[in-house]
């Protein structure tokens, strides 16, 4: 089977990746394992010293743990829940979590309590911005807690996902029949994407913008443009919360395929009697 | 909503770091859509999330609990 895979963009906190000639299950696969799959770092659980803010303790904790931490250095850090199970759940069980503090108190006037405000003991796990808004307090009213983090997967809660977006896109392919085609403009119009264009020896096309929405070959009078796409081509979009790299999410749900693929295999051979392949 | 949600509702994307600007900015007299745009907030999800957001924690946090 012959193959292309090519970065066709890289922006702050996306990529995007394009398929030439993988099936599109495969594709599909390394989209849901970003999403459920590959672990990052989030506050599990809050012991709270002192709450007299406006927000219930259930609040704050919920909102800490939607915060995103950066989980690069955590990863081979910290064990996964599924050792942590073995390790016997000892109070506090080194190498599982990482402790986050934080205690403020609002003097004269009322204090916005930040991200930043937070104290890890462990400084490769931070919040990926210091300026969320946690609480807001009244002069007097104090916020203090202990929380533990720890890895997780998006299939647990979509607060340890390291991918917000990830999605496959078909590949859209406009072909425009200069035979029928009268140089209307109407397709030009009509597009919300500005895919068509009129150029000096017909309609000129720009295919790679297409949201493939049809409202083209509708308006067309003349039934000259023809829509579909790519049978063998897919575009991966993966957009990051801050606390992988995007790439790096792209790689470890290829590692966790990988390893699935590999424990099926073993598990397969163990029945006995044949099985092709290497 | 009482306080700026962390992640936008739809898609999960961090928003509550945008917010201080986006409020200073907007109260101050700019277009909302272009702030929106200048902090790349792309998705409409995101950005109804933001636009439509009554900041009301700052209405309520001197009525809490006695302190
Ligand atoms: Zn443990
Ligand atoms: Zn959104």
């Known amino acids: 089977m012959s193959f292309n895979v090519s970065v066709v963009e890289r922006g702050d906190n996306y990529i995007k990746i394009l398929f030439d000639g993988v099936p599109l299950q495969l594709v599909n696969a390394i989209r849901r394992a970003a999403l459920t799959e590959v672990p990052s770092i989030a506050i599990a659980d809050v012991l709270f010293i002192d709450n007299t803010s406006a927000l219930y303790d259930e609040i704050i904790a919920h909102r800490l743990g939607l915060?995103?931490?950066?989980?690069?250095?955590?990863?081979?850090?910290?064990?996964?829940?599924?050792?942590?199970?073995?390790?016997?759940?000892?109070?506090?069980?080194?190498?599982?979590?990482?402790?986050?503090?934080?205690?403020?108190?609002?003097?004269?006037?009322?204090?916005?309590v930040y991200s930043g405000d937070l104290i890890s003991q462990d400084p490769d796990v931070r919040p990926v911005s210091p300026k969320i808004p946690i609480v807001v307090l009244a002069p007097g009213q104090r916020l203090a807690f202990e929380a533990r983090a720890r890895l997780g997967r998006g299939k647990e809660h979509i607060k340890w996902s390291p991918a917000t977006v990830a999605n496959v896109t078909y590949l859209a392919k406009v072909g425009v029949d200069r035979s029928r085609c009268v140089l209307c403009g109407k397709c030009v119009d009509v597009c919300p994407r500005k895919v068509f264009s009129v150029a000096s020896n017909g309609i000129e096309v720009d295919e790679s913008k297409c949201i493939l929405c049809k409202q083209c070959v509708k308006v067309c009078d003349y039934e000259a443009i023809n829509l579909g796409w790519y049978d063998d081509k897919y575009m991966l979009y993966i957009e990051s919360s801050g606390a992988l790299a995007p790439e790096r999410i792209f790689l470890e749900a290829l590692k966790i395929i990988a390893n699935k693929l590999r424990n099926l295999y073993e598990e397969v051979s163990k029945l006995g009697g044949y099985v092709g392949g290497s | 909503?009482?306080?700026?949600?962390?992640?936008?509702?739809?898609?999960?994307?961090?928003?509550?770091?945008?917010?201080?600007?986006?409020?200073?900015?907007?109260?101050?007299?700019?277009?909302?859509?272009?702030?929106?745009?200048?902090?790349?907030?792309?998705?409409?999800?995101?950005r109804r999330t933001l636009i439509s957001h009554v900041d009301l924690i700052n209405e309520i946090v001197m009525y809490s609990r006695k302190v």
């Open chain 1, 67 to 112: 915060i995103p931490l950066t989980s690069d250095e955590a990863l081979s850090k910290y064990r996964l829940p599924e050792e942590c199970v073995e390790c016997g759940e000892v109070e506090g069980c080194e190498g599982c979590y990482t402790i986050i503090t934080l205690d403020v108190t609002a003097k004269e006037e009322v204090t916005t």
């Open chain 2, 1 to 46: 909503m009482v306080i700026v949600p962390i992640r936008c509702f739809t898609c999960g994307a961090l928003i509550a770091d945008k917010w201080d600007e986006f409020a200073r900015r907007v109260s101050s007299g700019e277009e909302p859509e272009k702030v929106l745009d200048d902090l790349r907030i792309t998705r409409y999800c995101c």
